[in-house]
């Protein structure tokens, strides 16, 4: 296994994609192995993108895109507004429930903070904010979609790990909301500190009459994730059934209730989740011959005999895994590391008594957090392109912010049922 490890290790520095990068790898493996026939690596390539679980990545990716193009995001973003509008730092604050508001139409960490850049970003900069705190909270602030419903990370780990994903996607609601209180928080904190955007001392407190007229614009996107639980504990749809409902709903709310999705905007986001779909699901495909490689060396037993060696303590052990996965996330991309890292860690949790949702949710989090961290995060990279703000800035700027996700993370491995409560309470306690 040294081999293939130093291929993918040499070929992730000079920078080649990372779908080849773990496809190439995987081979090396392959080829390297006089006892495994080189056609087995093909086999695990087509094996590794058969699963009909699967077919809710590409279904909730357009869902989103169409989201976006139908009035949704924009009702959102009015939402956030209003219920921002008397806080320090409201502008950055709007950030945040934004991307409360949004998990349940993105999905996606990067798309999120993308969009939120280009959105609030020119308005920031108006008023005053460095462009560096500008990225970092848009940019940590949309890790929140990472647990918020339907997280396609969730999805990842259910599939591969054989989790429940309706009990995921109910894990993630507390967790998503307790992220957003830190982070609100945290924008709180520094805001003070850098004197950005105080509350203006004339602007009119937020009624109950506003609050309600503004709900009742924004609330076919709010029902979307409590429609898409409560149609899987109910048996309505299977989790990748879930996803072609989300099109659907997408189309039907923003065609005839919104009546903003026009012919020229729907295949736009026909185009833009080809693009989004090609790219995620070759990664997936190019992970089987890798995968494959990490079972037959029996790399799960030697790191679990590893760190457990270290901590007899089940929530110290989990903090480790949980580091460890940090620091994977920051080197390689986070798909990847749900494909390849779940089958490694989740035994491991098991053999611990911890809940596999309970780790799910947690692992979701940290995993996507690499996205936003040096040195190759897309996420980061992409916000601070969109307003040409030098990644060292965004670095430190960000440093609150990450602070705030990590103390609520080791808030939560102590306490599971922040977590457990909803999946408990919809579909019943857990069988393990």
Same mark, same amino acid.
């Given at each position: 296994?040294?081999?293939?490890?130093?291929?993918?290790?040499?070929?992730?520095?000079?920078?080649?994609?990372?779908?080849?990068?773990?496809? +190439?790898?995987?081979?090396?493996?392959?080829?390297?192995?006089?006892?495994?026939?080189?056609?087995?690596?093909?086999?695990?390539?087509?094996?590794?993108?058969?699963?009909?679980?699967?077919?809710?990545?590409?279904?909730?990716?357009?869902? !989103?895109?169409?989201?976006?193009?139908?009035?949704?995001?924009?009702?959102?973003?009015?939402?956030?507004?209003?219920?921002?509008?008397?806080?320090?730092?409201?502008?950055?604050?709007?950030?945040?429930?934004?991307?409360?508001?949004?998990?349940?139409?993105?999905?996606?960490?990067?798309?999120?903070? /993308?969009?939120?850049?280009?959105?609030? !970003?020119?308005?920031?900069?108006?008023?005053?904010?460095?462009?560096?705190? +500008?990225? /970092?909270?848009?940019?940590?602030?949309?890790?929140?979609?990472?647990?918020?419903?339907?997280? $396609?990370?969730?999805?990842?780990?259910?599939?591969?790990?054989?989790?429940? +994903?309706?009990?995921?996607?109910? !894990?993630? %609601?507390? &967790?998503?909301?307790?992220?957003?209180?830190?982070?609100?928080?945290?924008?709180?904190?520094?805001?003070?500190?850098?004197?950005?955007?105080?509350?203006?001392?004339?602007?009119?407190?937020?009624?109950?009459?506003? #609050?309600?007229?503004?709900?009742?614009?924004?609330?076919? /996107?709010?029902?979307?994730?409590?429609?898409?639980?409560?149609?899987?504990?109910?048996?309505?749809?299977?989790?990748?059934?879930?996803?072609?409902?989300?099109?659907?709903?997408?189309?039907?709310?923003?065609?005839?209730?919104?009546?903003?999705?026009?012919?020229?905007?729907?295949?736009?986001?026909?185009?833009?989740?080809?693009?989004?779909?090609?790219?995620?699901?070759?990664?997936?495909?190019?992970?089987?011959?890798? *995968?494959?490689?990490?079972?037959?060396?029996?790399?799960?037993?030697?790191?679990?005999?590893? %760190?457990?060696?270290?901590? *007899?303590? &089940?929530?110290?052990?989990?903090?480790?895994?949980?580091?460890?996965?940090?620091?994977?996330?920051?080197?390689?991309?986070?798909?990847?590391?749900?494909?390849?890292?779940?089958?490694?860690?989740?035994?491991?949790?098991?053999?611990?008594?911890?809940?596999?949702?309970?780790?799910?949710? $947690?692992?979701?989090?940290?995993?996507?957090?690499?996205?936003?961290?040096?040195?190759?995060?897309?996420?980061?990279?992409?916000?601070?392109?969109?307003?040409?703000?030098?990644?060292?800035?965004?670095?430190?700027? *960000?440093?609150?912010?990450?602070?705030?996700?990590? #103390?609520?993370?080791?808030?939560?491995?102590?306490? &599971?049922?922040?977590?457990?409560?909803?999946?408990?309470?919809?579909?019943? &306690?857990?069988?393990?």
């Amino acid at each position: 296994m040294a081999l293939p490890l130093l291929c993918f290790i040499v070929l992730l520095l000079i920078g080649m994609p990372i779908a080849f990068v773990i496809g +190439i790898s995987g081979m090396v493996f392959f080829f390297t192995q006089s006892m495994l026939p080189t056609e087995t690596a093909v086999q695990m390539i087509v094996l590794q993108s058969k699963s009909f679980v699967f077919l809710a990545v590409p279904f909730f990716i357009f869902a !989103g895109n169409l989201m976006n193009v139908s009035g949704i995001t924009r009702r959102l973003l009015g939402l956030s507004r209003l219920l921002t509008r008397g806080m320090y730092g409201g502008t950055a604050q709007i950030s945040v429930v934004m991307s409360t508001l949004m998990g349940g139409v993105s999905g996606s960490a990067t798309a999120d903070a /993308a969009m939120e850049t280009r959105i609030l !970003g020119p308005e920031m900069m108006r008023i005053g904010y460095k462009k560096g705190y +500008i990225c /970092a909270v848009n940019c940590v602030s949309a890790l929140i979609t990472a647990t918020i419903p339907p997280s $396609l990370g969730l999805i990842i780990f259910g599939f591969v790990g054989e989790v429940s +994903i309706g009990r995921l996607f109910a !894990g993630g %609601i507390i &967790p998503g909301i307790l992220m957003m209180l830190f982070l609100m928080a945290a924008t709180t904190i520094t805001s003070r500190v850098y004197k950005y955007d105080p509350p203006k001392k004339d602007a009119p407190k937020l009624t109950l009459k506003e #609050l309600l007229d503004d709900l009742k614009d924004s609330v076919w /996107a709010l029902l979307f994730p409590i429609i898409l639980i409560v149609g899987i504990r109910f048996g309505l749809f299977t989790p990748a059934e879930s996803g072609a409902f989300a099109v659907i709903y997408a189309l039907v709310i923003g065609k005839f209730v919104y009546k903003e999705l026009t012919w020229e905007k729907f295949i736009y986001s026909v185009v833009t989740s080809f693009k989004d779909n090609g790219a995620i699901m070759l990664i997936i495909a190019m992970s089987g011959p890798f *995968s494959y490689a990490i079972t037959w060396v029996q790399l799960p037993v030697a790191l679990s005999n590893f %760190i457990f060696g270290i901590t *007899s303590n &089940p929530q110290l052990l989990v903090l480790i895994m949980l580091g460890f996965l940090f620091i994977t996330g920051m080197l390689v991309d986070s798909n990847v590391n749900f494909l390849l890292l779940t089958p490694i860690f989740l035994p491991m949790v098991k053999s611990l008594g911890f809940d596999p949702v309970h780790f799910g949710v $947690l692992m979701a989090t940290v995993v996507t957090l690499g996205v936003m961290t040096p040195p190759i995060g897309a996420a980061l990279y992409t916000v601070c392109g969109i307003i040409d703000c030098p990644p060292e800035d965004y670095t430190k700027e *960000s440093i609150p912010f990450m602070a705030a996700v990590l #103390l609520e993370l080791a808030i939560l491995v102590f306490i &599971p049922e922040a977590v457990l409560w909803i999946p408990n309470m919809i579909f019943g &306690p857990s069988l393990g």
